[in-house]
């Protein structure tokens, strides 16, 4: 059975990098780049190849095409996530906005877009990597659990349970889901989100946040559409509420 990404960073050895790209310059300077910089990494050239690297090698974050021979990257994406919350950042050159909403719904944690400057994408390969690292008890409130109609969220464990079932969540919802129920009834205004999630250069990502709203909606309210927990502040930010 895969190994979760929290066992993954808990492991010794360099941070390992899958590399999912057909391009062969690409690529090379995506290797050449990560690997300059201490990075273990693995590339596959289609999406059945990176499924299997995945599965085997238990990457710590996936750089992932979405032009892909054998299917399309977003096919590859809900593959991973069947099992596994690892980041996964997707490097497209497809601008459309629709396809940036896209990828994040079927789970992607970032979306750079071709061509980009390799100095960017480090950093955000790095933020991606923080926001997967399991957080220590020194670091989460001494009460620990925090319950909310019909779910309860666990802090200490990184954890969230539905209806006595456990939800699973990735680590960019689990950031954000973090930081919302730390100020409950407080407004946390879309800039600080996008910062504190995805780092400081995000500020104007607001379908990220869109997006992976939606998403916890759909897991931990019992109707979606009608909010109870998760409340949208029209162009300011969003609030959690008991």
């Known amino acids: 059975m895969p190994r979760s990404t929290g066992e993954a960073a808990r492991r010794a050895g360099p941070t390992r990098v899958l590399v999912v790209d057909d391009e062969p310059q690409m690529a090379r300077a995506l290797v050449i780049n990560l690997k300059a910089r201490q990075y273990a990494v693995d590339v596959a050239a289609d999406g059945a190849q990176a499924l299997r690297l995945a599965a085997e090698r238990h990457p710590d974050v996936v750089l992932l095409d979405l032009g892909l021979p054998d299917m399309d990257g977003v096919e590859v994406l809900r593959g991973l996530r069947g099992w596994t919350r690892v980041p996964v950042i997707v490097l497209s050159a497809r601008h459309s906005s629709d396809e940036k909403v896209s990828a994040l719904d079927a789970g992607a944690d970032d979306y750079v877009t071709k061509p980009f400057g390799m ?50 969540l990735t680590p960019t919802e689990w950031h954000l889901l973090e930081i919302l129920i730390g100020s409950p009834g407080r407004l946390v205004s879309q800039k600080q989100l996008l910062q504190e999630v995805w780092g400081p250069t995000y500020t104007r990502e607001t379908n990220y946040l ?13 109707d979606p559409s009608h909010p109870r927990h998760f409340i949208t502040e029209p162009g300011m930010g969003y609030r959690f509420e008991h």
């Open 210 to 222: 869109r997006v992976y709203m939606a998403q916890l909606r759909r897991k931990l309210e019992p």
């Open 119 to 168: 100095d960017e994408l480090m950093a955000r390969v790095r933020a991606a990597v923080r926001r997967a690292e399991p957080v220590g008890a020194e670091d989460t409130p001494e009460e620990g659990v925090v319950e909310a109609g019909d779910f309860t969220v666990d802090l200490r464990a990184k954890k969230v349970s539905r209806d006595g079932r456990d939800v699973r």
